[in-house]
């Protein structure tokens, strides 16, 4: 069983991902909300990330179109002219979105509990993800992102929990710049 406090800092983590991953230079124009309803979820493809641990395997789902506008959005994080991003370099753009908001997570949870470890990001289809309800996982919470008043992403987490989890986590401000690789 997961408690209520791990859930909202769940939340929490993940949020803060969001916001450094598809913020860009002004992530405080990033709103994140909770969605009620996973059907308003529309995009076709989503890049796929797992943080691990004895306890538990939170999965991370950023959702996403090939669709011009939101090219030009993750061009413009990576400061390419949308017309010169290739559809790999798209692709790229959107497994480093993941690795950022997934790395958020990963970063903050291994405060917490020392052997965590974090996927490499995967692209597949909408309809993969179609089944988190049925993993009747302890935590499952639906995100929509509005960036500067007007795109619209949708993310989701989904924990499933093999012990009782709770734990005391308080968010700590930034003091190294964004992008930084841990190797280990």
């Known amino acids: 069983m997961i408690s209520n406090r791990v859930r909202d800092s769940f939340d929490q983590m993940l949020m803060m991902g969001i916001k450094a991953s598809m913020g860009g230079a002004s992530p ?28 538990f395997r939170l999965s991370v789902v950023i959702y996403f179109s090939s669709d ?11 400061n390419i002219d949308p017309a010169e991003m290739s559809d790999q370099a798209f692709l790229d753009a959107m497994r480093e979105c993941g690795n950022i908001c997934c790395g958020t997570l990963n970063r903050e949870l291994a405060r917490v509990y020392p052997h965590v470890a974090m996927s490499t990001p995967n692209i597949i289809e909408r309809e993969c993800v179609d089944h ?53």
């Not at 909300?33 to 308003?40: F, G, R, S, T």
């Not at 011009?68 to 990576?78: P, R």
């Not at 009747?136 to 993310?155: C, P, W």
């Open 68 to 78: 011009d506008a939101t090219k030009a959005h993750f061009a413009s994080l990576n």
């Open 28 to 55: 405080e124009n990033c709103m994140i909300e909770v969605l009620a309803n996973p059907k308003e979820i529309r995009e076709t493809r989503v890049v796929m990330l797992t943080v691990a641990s004895f306890l």
């Open 132 to 184: 988190l309800e049925s993993l009747k996982g302890g935590h499952l919470q639906y995100f929509r992102a509005t960036i500067d008043g007007s795109k619209q992403f949708h993310v989701s987490v989904c924990v499933r929990d093999y012990a009782d989890i709770d734990f005391e986590w308080t968010m700590v401000e930034e003091t190294t710049a964004a992008g930084e690789m841990e190797f280990f």
